[in-house]
């Protein structure tokens, strides 16, 4: 029994309905774009800022070969989410040992982080270049975007899709503005698709452009977005919905390749070429755009669509936040608890960096954390290539060698580029730390982490891949010896509004002729609030006689029926009184609030029921 993969979308989409080639490619096209937004978020400009100022056009062929290998990637993780209805984090789940699996998890949580850390900078510094804000108040503004996803998810996937393409369109439209003014040398760009590897800074900022743009939680949101789409699940059925999948990812990641190049064209056409080999800072591009290019609107449309990419990588990011966690440990939480989460984990290192280091150093924490999104790579796209690879699960769907030849090829390529930057950075680490017991912990984090490499890479072709049966309850068998509850005291609480008359039927239904009920309603007015029982406030006297007005109709009816009030919050009273009456249940009516007015008028019913280890019936207006 599996839990769906992002419940709360799942097969929201309906395709069955469309005919004709373009309508049922429009009904699937979406989850791509989705996924397009993590290959231009603001660390995907920092590395193709640095790349284009340090070298040039040199790197353009990266940024070819990293759309390549994300596009081959990102279809083994769409043919995982179409055939096997599961997402990458549940597969890994069914199929690892739990050790193996909290790793993964540990190691998918540290990308997450990685991502929202570059989006937090990207956001506050399009902030202060647009309005002049501080950097730390805009990194602290940047809690309130989890509002935004609140919103989107409620409304539903094709309204947040269509959200994240008109961001996309602003930040496309930006840069095509960008490349005009910076009229860029042709014969350079084309030179620039010839493989080179300069030096070692080269080699640094390469493997932070295939982190930034082959991002490991894009393959979880992927496997996971793609089943969003109501489709006829049989073999041809199957093949169209991949069909149809692939188009959409061809089409984003495309524009997501023009997007990245026009970032670092744009770099290697102004600052490059006017000898600025070290404008990493986005803050110092947005600067010199304005000088170099002659227009006042370039450095505004620059900050515009920076926003625009974080704010929309923010949304797809919390997305895979939540794919994670369900699937590798199938814990769900509410979205924006979620989202503070992760934020708060970004934040603390870019407040740090900003204080100790100062705001010139955001540049290179953003290269930094893309560089550590490269580095998890290695162990989101091999166990998906083992998992796409085997017959006996993905059966007529399963990929053929020739795909697993290329897929293990782009996977041998990413580890053998981060094994070159890890013996780099470590020959660099082990000359300034002097600590042995630093050196000792450092290699035993390796050890590790090499270990886990080993084991995902090699035991399914030692062992095979072994389904475990994905447990989504504690408890998935079923007791036939259903015995009816009897509730000999039912407690009511009543707030002498509309919904009384509805929450009286409801609990008189639940009782038996022996059962005792108590109607309750607790008195909120100030009197009542500090002095209690000895309050004789108006308020107070009229709402014990209404009470006992409604004891009396149901006494009259045959019921057995005893009444106290209540007084100050009912948030501590209805507990206190259904302990004292020893209730059964209790019940007692909603007035619907929802969002803003649960945060102007409070919320009584989720205190109360946490209190109480009886059920609560609540009846809604």
């Not at 002097?434 to 090699?458: A, E, G, K, Q, R």
Request: aromatic residues 10%.
């Amino acid at each position: 029994m599996n839990k769906k993969s992002l419940e709360e979308v799942h097969s929201s989409v309906d395709t069955l309905k469309k005919k004709g080639f373009f309508r049922k490619l429009l009904a699937f096209m979406g989850p791509a774009y989705l996924i397009s937004v993590g290959y231009m978020d603001p660390g995907n400009w920092a590395t193709d800022l640095a790349g284009g100022s340090q070298f040039g056009y040199t790197l353009i062929w990266v940024l070819l070969m990293s759309n390549i290998m994300a596009l081959l990637l990102q279809s083994l993780s769409v043919r995982l989410g179409v055939v096997r209805g599961l997402d990458l984090a549940q597969a890994c789940r069914e199929s690892y040992p739990k050790p193996v699996n909290l790793a993964l998890y540990v190691l998918a949580e540290i990308a997450i982080i990685a991502t929202d850390l570059a989006e937090v900078i990207g956001m506050a510094i399009g902030l202060n270049l647009l309005f002049g804000l501080p950097m730390i108040w805009g990194i602290l503004i940047t809690f309130l975007d989890t509002f935004v996803l609140l919103f989107l998810i409620n409304k539903g996937m094709r309204k947040m899709e269509a959200f994240i393409l008109s961001l996309v369109f602003i930040i496309g439209l930006a840069f095509l503005f960008e490349m005009f003014l910076a009229q860029p040398n042709p014969v350079g760009i084309l030179k620039g698709f010839i493989p080179k590897i300069p030096n070692n800074d080269a080699l640094y900022i390469a493997l932070g452009i295939i982190g930034a743009t082959v991002m490991p939680h894009n393959l979880y949101l992927h496997s996971s977005l793609v089943q969003s789409r109501k489709f006829d699940w049989s073999t041809k059925g199957i093949k169209e919905a991949l069909k149809y999948n692939f188009i959409d990812s061809a089409i984003a990641l495309n524009l997501a390749f023009f997007v990245n190049a026009a970032i670092l064209i744009l770099a290697a056409a102004t600052f490059y070429k006017a000898g600025m080999f070290d404008v990493a800072e986005i803050q110092d591009a947005y600067k010199l755009l304005e000088p170099l290019l002659g227009s006042n609107l370039a450095p505004i449309l620059f900050a515009i669509a920076l926003i625009a990419a974080g704010q929309s990588s923010t949304i797809t990011g919390t997305l895979a936040g939540q794919i994670i966690m369900e699937g590798f440990v199938n814990l769900r939480i509410q979205p924006w608890v979620r989202r503070m989460i992760t934020r708060s984990f970004a934040i603390v290192p870019a407040i740090f960096v900003i204080l100790i280091f100062g705001e010139s150093y955001t540049g290179k924490l953003l290269v930094f954390s893309q560089v550590v999104l490269s580095l998890q790579l290695g162990f989101a796209v091999i166990p998906l290539i083992h998992f796409v690879s085997h017959k006996k699960t993905m059966k007529a769907f399963v990929i053929s060698k020739t795909t697993q030849i290329f897929a293990w090829i782009i996977a041998l390529v990413i580890i053998v580029l981060n094994a070159l930057l890890v013996i780099n950075e470590l020959q660099n680490w082990f000359t300034i730390i002097h600590s042995p017991l630093l050196i000792i912990l450092i290699v035993l984090v390796l050890i590790t982490v090499l270990t886990l490499l080993f084991y995902i890479t090699f035991m399914p072709w030692i062992k095979g891949l072994k389904k475990q049966e994905l447990k989504v309850h504690a408890k998935d068998d079923i007791e036939t010896d259903f015995v009816a509850p009897v509730y000999k005291n039912i407690m009511i609480a009543l707030d002498f509004s509309s919904i009384d008359n509805e929450v009286l039927r409801h609990a008189l239904a639940l009782g038996k002729p022996e059962t005792e009920y108590l109607l309750t309603h607790i008195v909120e007015s100030i009197p009542a609030i500090y002095h209690h029982k000895e309050s004789r406030d108006f308020e107070t006297i009229r709402d014990k006689e209404v009470l006992e007005r409604y004891a009396d109709r149901l006494r009259g009816l045959g019921y057995k029926v005893q009444t106290q009030i209540g007084y100050g919050s009912p948030k501590i009273s209805l507990p206190e009184i259904a302990q004292k009456f020893e209730a059964d249940v209790l019940v007692l009516g909603s007035h619907g609030h929802k969002l803003l007015k649960d945060i102007l008028f409070g919320t009584t019913i989720n205190s109360v029921r946490h209190q109480l280890h009886i059920p609560v019936f609540v009846i809604r207006k």
